[in-house]
T-cell receptor
């Protein structure tokens, strides 16, 4: 497809389990962002990748959260030992580069529910 | 530090009426400002952006916004609301001069009444 693709679209898991969320950015986009959207906190930046540079992890809420981007394309966000407060919609976005005027193209998100 | 405030978490208008969604920002660098729209169970879609140049910016679906530096505002308007405009709207500002990282407002839900 032409847009940003995220999988799964919905994920329900038990507290304490690990989860992996996947993002396929638009082909050719070198910048990739992860955001979290929750009722209490709104839209929060988590992490971003730009080409081969070290990722900006400044938004990750705890060391249970990590992300990687393989081959400059697909990214995986991993949450270890999930907690109920991790329940949220996780949005991925990509853009041509990290330039501040570049529009970000968003996927439809993964809705994560922790029981 | 950068921040965005959207006044009014819910706005209700009648179909055909003017839409006005308010956004005020704080930025320590020249601001680049964005409006995004989110429909239920979907991601965010860019409506319009301001970087430099003309302060009145036109976007998709008949929306426009005016950057007013003196008022630190970037309000979103549309002359005539359609039922299809019902959605959540987010204003955002870039974090720094060399990154596309964004800070978002809390969002405004627009309801359009027939």
């Amino acid at each position: 497809g032409a847009g940003v693709s995220q999988s799964p679209s919905n994920k329900v898991t038990e507290k304490g389990k690990d989860v992996e969320l996947r993002c396929d950015p638009i082909s050719g986009h070198t910048a990739l962002y992860w955001y979290r959207q929750s009722l209490g906190q709104g839209l929060e930046f988590l992490i971003y990748f730009q080409g081969n540079s070290a990722p900006d992890k400044s938004g990750l809420p705890s060391d249970r959260f990590s992300a990687e981007r393989t081959g400059g394309s697909v990214s995986t966000l991993t949450i270890q030992r999930t907690q109920q407060e991790d329940s949220a919609v996780y949005l991925c976005a990509s853009s041509w580069d990290r330039g501040p005027g570049q529009p970000q193209h968003f996927g439809d998100g993964t809705r994560l529910s922790i029981l | 530090a950068q921040s965005v405030t959207q006044l009014g978490s819910h706005v209700s208008v009648s179909e055909g009426a003017l839409v006005l969604l308010r956004c005020n920002y704080s930025s320590s660098v020249p601001p680049y400002l964005f409006w995004y729209v989110q429909y239920p169970n979907q991601g965010l879609q860019l409506l319009l952006k301001y970087t430099t140049g003309a302060t009145l910016v036109k976007g998709i679906n008949g929306f426009e916004a005016e950057f007013k530096k003196s008022e630190t505002s970037f309000h979103l308007t549309k002359p005539s609301a359609h039922m299809s405009d019902a959605a959540e709207y987010f204003c955002a500002v870039r974090v720094s001069s060399n990154t596309g990282k964004l800070i978002f407002g809390q969002g405004t839900t627009l309801q359009v009444k027939p």
